[in-house]
Structure formats: C-alpha cells, structure tokens
C-alpha cells in the first residue's frame, strides 16, 4: 500500500477516554465553571488528541511549506515570484515574520522546499531547510493542469514524510506557507471544494487594488471552467489547480494526525490544506486546531467547511506560520489550566451555593 | 497637593515622535503591508506609551487587586464572601488560573490586598500580598454609599502606590482583580459612568440562573435609585457603588499611565476601573491596552465608552487578570515584529511592483 493511503487508513479519532477524565478534571478547577472557556474546551481536545490527561506541548515546530505558482504569469499577484527566495532567505537568516513570532513563543521553524522556482540549496544550512522538491514551481492553471496526479500524491507523500521526519524532536506542529500566488491556488481549491463562486473566495492577497483584484477573480474563473476539477476527488482538485506547498501543508496535516500529534492550522493557504486533508481522511479534522481568522475572505468559508472556529482574529493576511505561532502560546496556556491548577478539593475553596 | 490630584495632573500622551518613527519602520519591514494587523497597531502604541522605538516589556506584573464587597449579604453571588480569602491562598499558593497563565507569559503576580473581609497577614510570605487595606469590605451599598468619599481617594492613591512601587520591576503592568459581588459593583459604575439601563450592563456573574440573575438586577436597581451616584464624578461614583479593589485597579491605572508604562486591562472588573480611570484623566486611555472582550455583557460597553478593540475573545469570564496575561504574548509579539524583523532594504527582498 502506498504510503498516503497506509497514511489516511491509520487515521482514527481523538481518545475519548482521555477527553472524559479531562473533562472530569477541568470541570472541578478552582473557578466558577468553566470559566476560561475556549482555552478549556482546547484543553479538552489537547487531551483527546495526545491520549492523555497530561498533554505535553513543549516541544513546538512551525514548517514552512515552500513552492511557486505558474499562474503568476497571468498577473494575479503584485510581488514577483523571486521573492518566494528571498523570504526563504530571511526565514533562514531569522529575520522574518515567522521567524520573531516563532521565537516569541518558543518555536523551531523548519522551511520544506516544496517546489520553489530556484536552488535553495545554498541557503539550507543546519537543517534548516528539508529538500522535498516535487518541480521548481507548478505549471500555469490558468493554460492547464498545475501538475500530474503522480506529482500530487508524491507531493502529499512529502508532507508526511516532513511530519514523521520531524515528529521526534516535536510535540505540537504548525503549518505555514510560503509562495507567491499561493492566494490564487489556495482560492480555486476553496471555491472548488467548498462549492462556491470563485468571487466569494478571492481576496487582495499580498495588496491587489480594485481593478486587480477583478482581474484575479476573471482569471480564476476562467481557471476553473478550462480544468474542472472534480470537488469529491481532493488529489484531481489538488492536482489541476493546486500548488506543491499546499498539497505539503495537506500531507503535513495528514501525517500529524496518523502520529497523534496536534496540529495548528495557520491561515488561508493552510486552511485550503486542510481541507483537502480533511477530505482525503476526515478523523483528521480531530487533530486540526485552527490558529486565527485571516483578513482574505475565502479563510471563512473553508473554516465553516471543516467546523472550525479560530482561536484569534488579529487581522492577519501574512501567512509564513504567523498565525499558529502566536496561537502555540494559547495552547501551553490551555494544557497549564489542565495540568497546573488546583480542584476546588485540592485547594481547599468553597464551592458555589 | 495630594497624591491623586498630583498624578492626574502628571498624565500627558503618547509620544508622537516615537510613533512616527515606529510607523517609518512598520512600513517597511518584509511583507505585504501591515500584513501583521492588529500586532502591528499595538506595536505603534507601545512605542507612543514607552517613547522609544525599541520599547521594552520584558518585566511583566498582574496585579490582582482584591476586596470584599458587603452587597454579597443581598444574595447577588453564588460564592460566599470567605472564598476571596480562599482564592488569594490560591494566587499565594500558586495554583489558580491567573498562577498558571501568568507562568505561561512570563509574568510575576502580585496580591494587593486592598480591602479583604479577613486576615491575610499569615498568607503573605516573599512580599507577594502587598498590604494596602482601606477597610475589611465595603459597606452594602443596596443600603447606603459603599464606602466614604475620603476612603475612595485613599483607594485610589493605593492603587497609584502600588504601581510606583512596583514600577522599579516592571515594563508591562497587567491587571486583575478577586472580590466575591465584584461584578455587582462593577455593573453599577458602568451602569452608571456610561448612563445605561442596569438590566443592559448586569450578567451572570460566576454562574447565576435566570431567576437570580432577575433579583441581582433588582437589588442593582434600588441601590443605584437609593445611592443616585453622579456620572460626571468617577469619585462619587467609586464611593456610592464602587469597590476597593476597583478602586485599586483606576489608581494603578492612573500610576502606570504616569509613568509611562503600558498596561493592559483584564476583563469586566478591570475595565470598570479603567472606565474610572479614564473619567478622572482622559490621556490615561493612551495607556491602556485591553485585553479580551468578557462574556460578561456590561464589558463591551465600557470598552466602547473607552473606545477600545479588546486583543482577544476567548469567552473567558474568571477575571483575576487571566485575560491580561495571556495577552502579554501578543505585547512579546508585537515588540519583536517592531524590533527583530528586517526591511526590504535589509534584507535585500524585492517590493510590490
């Protein structure tokens, strides 16, 4: 058996005995009840994903998936495509985004190349840098498929291999991004999937005024008429108007949850991820935790997809990982309240009347 | 002059020259801009507050402010009195939800007991109660004023003590508050301060049914009739409805806006002090940061009379400064984005066409 479908077949549910001995616990925490609400609730779901009442999140790792996007050659982003380097080169150096909020929260960031137009090879020292390169960006959608199904499954294959690579030095994963165009991708996925006009799901991106932004829309309409993904075939939408980092950011998904490990779901182009990998093996969305709600308005329909609701809405349309990082610090605060604080029997407090 | 007038006085704005040269920085740091929203205000804001365009807030304090109230003998709480005592043992102790979510940040609590119905002087040991009490509990203001004009001032001028003496360890003040009745009081003086009907700013509190929640409202009705504490004077206000430990919270408010350190404001409790706070020096407002929006629905009122956009909303509705401290991590986050990320210039990144 391949090692996506050993992948999805090994996915099952969160351990609801965990859940329930958690849920006993949380329920007699010196507070009135359930009082610190969205971060008891991921407590509970930190306990049913670890199988354990005593989840353990200390060890965090951001990966940034990596690749370009034929279908910047149809003008559907402001900044050129050499840029999907350079800013490989600033999470390298520890300058960007990612890499400060990363640190804030005591995070490790890991960059996998996915499939960037340019050798990074020069640039990938410690380890920094995982060579999974399906194809040094994808082809054009706009002119036909982004890539092969071949190349989709290996690409999906590569983001489960980056999980189970990374899994022992790493308790709690988090997605990121990286590649120009990627808003467009991760748009026709949404649309595709979730069902909807493709103008209900594209945004500005990286800062597209008005009349860019209707030529966006007009491309991937026309995008989407030329390929006709299938939506009940997640690796054919994948594969026609997909892009490499997203089906990494999909397997990454996928392998988290063959581990059991959480996974936190940064922004758009992640979201576009998941939910591919919550098609493809739907027990995966109980391993899923979603970071924050992004400025680009396809993030909320592809959330309300998966029945997720986000932890934070800081008005963020970044990508790189921001997101989750920022949120990693919400979920050592929920596995504190699980594991730090006393019961009312413990602390000796009066409960209510 | 006294203490309190003294520091109102002292209360200027933000730095303009600071700000603008964060805001020459944010322009140009590598992404798409102001990518990083809402961490990106606050980062400007942090630079106005500190005057310094590498502000520091690496010294982190919640100070939990506590108090009795004797409106709890109208059976408006679900918890007796003596649990604040308890609950203080807890913060001593280490083992309540502000104790863990402090830990998580970084960040010191300090108790202030500001007017406790008990002895703490056994509890407090490594000076981590400081002692300010005005008296053991306020009076049942559903049958006179809480407390006298002149003991609002001397809570007030405790809260602003406090803050000077714990300025020397201290970048970043957060606040909290314990009293069993506090949102009783609280929902009074927002009531009151934003001149809104009592039934639209009274909730539940730590947990009251329908039926309880109808006689809390009543109880707050008659006593507002009986009391008619004047809108245009916070101290009239604070000494007819208030609170010692609310008190506390404005004067620390007032203190750390005088010194010119961010503070962030934790949940219903704190904002009622603030509101406060805000009344007796309008720049105090340039000071503060808000933390969370509460479940508590007399919250989103004040913050809008203050005209804050709280960071956060993770239904909490614990108070002790819980809110505050988890949004310490974004103030970590925003400084680091401020300080730590490079320019295109810097870092050699293409820009948007």
């Not at 709690?172 to 991004?177: R, S, Y």
Request: glycine share 10%; charged share 20%; proline share 3%.
């Amino acid at each position: 058996m391949s090692l996506l479908n050993k992948t999805i077949d090994s996915i099952s549910g969160q351990d609801e005995t965990s859940r329930a001995q958690a849920k006993e616990r949380l329920d007699q925490l010196i507070m009135p009840h359930w009082a610190l609400g969205r971060l008891m609730d991921l407590a509970l779901d930190l306990a049913g994903i670890c199988g354990s009442v005593r989840p353990s999140v200390k060890r965090k790792t951001i990966i940034v998936m990596a690749g370009d996007h034929g279908i910047t050659d149809a003008g559907v982003s402001l900044f050129p495509k050499e840029v999907t380097v350079e800013m490989v080169r600033g999470f390298v150096n520890g300058v960007a985004g990612i890499n400060v909020l990363a640190r804030q929260a005591g995070a490790d960031v890991k960059v996998v190349d996915m499939g960037v137009a340019g050798d990074l090879s020069a640039l990938s020292v410690n380890g920094d840098i995982l060579d999974r390169k399906i194809a040094p960006g994808t082809n054009n959608f706009a002119e036909g498929p982004a890539m092969s199904r071949d190349q989709a499954i290996r690409a999906l294959e590569a983001g489960i291999s980056a999980a189970q690579e990374l899994a022992d030095s790493t308790d709690l994963f988090g997605t990121g991004d990286m590649g120009i165009g990627n808003t467009s991708s991760s748009s026709a996925i949404v649309a595709t999937i979730c069902q909807l006009p493709v103008a209900d799901v594209v945004d500005r991106g990286t800062g597209l005024d008005d009349a860019q932004l209707k030529h966006k829309i007009k491309v991937l309409e026309k995008a989407l008429a030329l390929n006709n993904p299938d939506p009940a075939d997640p690796i054919d939408v994948l594969s026609k108007v997909g892009g490499f980092e997203i089906a990494g950011i999909a397997g990454l998904v996928l392998g988290a949850a063959a581990l059991k490990k959480p996974i936190i779901i940064d922004g758009f182009i992640s979201t576009a991820g998941a939910l591919l990998a919550g098609r493809l093996a739907p027990k995966s969305k109980e391993y899923m935790i979603a970071a924050h709600r992004s400025v680009e308005k396809g993030h909320v329909a592809a959330l309300t997809d998966l029945g997720k609701e986000p932890l934070l809405d800081l008005q963020f349309r970044l990508g790189e990982g921001t997101g989750a990082a920022v949120a990693m610090n919400l979920i050592e605060g929920a596995v504190a309240i699980l594991t730090e604080m006393a019961t009312f029997n413990e602390a000796a407090v009066s409960e209510a009347n």
